[in-house]
């Protein structure tokens, strides 16, 4: 056991090194590159080969070159990448598997120390692994809702500014310029993208895609359908900014008439927790055996298991979407 636990000690030792030599790492120029190359390998992977353009992408998964040609040949690698750029989190999709890898082998290596049984230490090792996933999920969560709220505020400066008498990609950099953030970045970068030379409609489809919101979809699908057949731009606009923000007032109120389910929800989760470090706290004595015996590890592991899934079901129960 001891020999293990060496042996853990040093390959988290190592990995904890190389994160952190990653993290100090600096690429600024070489993001900027590989943001406005996304545009066109977007376009490609649509099958649009209007655009005459064949440009090889080097696009670093990882500053470890042996990490980035593995992490190629992963199919996941790339739409984590997108999932990464959701989030708006600057950190390589390398740099996140290693800090994931980490955070699970140190978790398992300490709690193995006090805690020999190896279900508990690998249940709560496993679970560490997730915390930087999850903390990407809640960023993107987090910056996709800010998006969404300030979203018919910006289709309102983009109408006032085509009454003025402006062009419609004029409109897109006075809103890169002066709406607040996600808005600004997400339309700066479409605006960047026609401007180097793509096709307004592909820099607009490139916008669904790293923004995934329906509010998003029909903004895009309103201004193709007017290039082609015609219409007022503006009122468009103002209908779309309209629609949505009755579709956040009905949301609203949703989340009014169910926040007793949720509270609820949330007591349930956090009960069986609650208790199991109450009694630690009251009782060290009584909870002990549950971490002693080696079935003790086992209705753990089951009775975390079993949480997760009521937690999703009271997650499915109270989440209406709207």
Do not use: C
């Amino acid at each position: 056991m001891g020999i293990l636990i060496f042996l853990l000690t040093f390959v988290v030792v190592t990995v904890l090194f190389l994160a952190i030599w990653m993290l100090a790492t600096s690429d600024t120029q070489q993001d900027v590159i590989r943001r406005r190359m996304d545009a066109v390998r977007k376009a490609e992977r649509r099958g649009d080969d209007s655009l005459g353009l064949k440009l090889a992408r080097d696009e670093m998964l990882s500053s470890v070159p042996t990490l980035h040609r593995l992490m190629l040949h992963w199919s996941w690698s790339l739409r984590l990448q997108d999932y990464i750029a959701q989030a708006g989190v600057k950190v390589r999709v390398g740099k996140l598997v290693l800090l994931s890898g980490v955070a699970g082998l140190g978790v398992y290596v300490v709690v193995g120390r006090f805690y020999p049984q190896f279900p508990i230490a690998a249940a709560l090792g496993l679970a560490a692994t997730g915390l930087p996933f999850a903390y990407v999920g809640y960023q993107r969560a987090k910056r996709l809702q800010q998006f969404e709220e300030r979203f018919p505020e910006a289709l309102d400066l983009l109408g006032r500014a085509v009454r003025a008498g402006h062009a419609f990609t004029t409109g897109l950099e006075m809103i890169a310029k002066e709406s607040p953030e996600p808005i600004a970045s997400e339309f700066r970068t479409t605006f960047e993208e026609q401007n180097f030379g793509l096709p307004l409609r592909d820099a607009l489809l490139n916008m669904t895609e790293r923004i995934p919101s329906i509010d998003v979809r029909f903004f895009v699908t309103a201004l193709l359908i007017q290039k082609e057949t015609g219409g007022n731009l503006a009122e468009i606009l103002d209908g779309l900014a309209r629609v949505i923000r009755d579709r956040f007032r009905i949301y609203r109120e949703v989340r009014v008439r169910t926040a007793q389910g949720r509270l609820t929800a949330g007591i349930l989760i956090a009960l069986p927790i609650f208790m199991l470090i109450l009694l630690m706290v009251m009782n060290p004595s009584y909870m002990r055996i549950l971490f002693e015996d080696p079935r003790g590890a086992t209705i753990l592991t089951v009775a975390a298991g079993m949480q997760i899934i009521g937690s999703i079901m009271l997650w499915k129960i109270i989440h209406i979407e709207v």
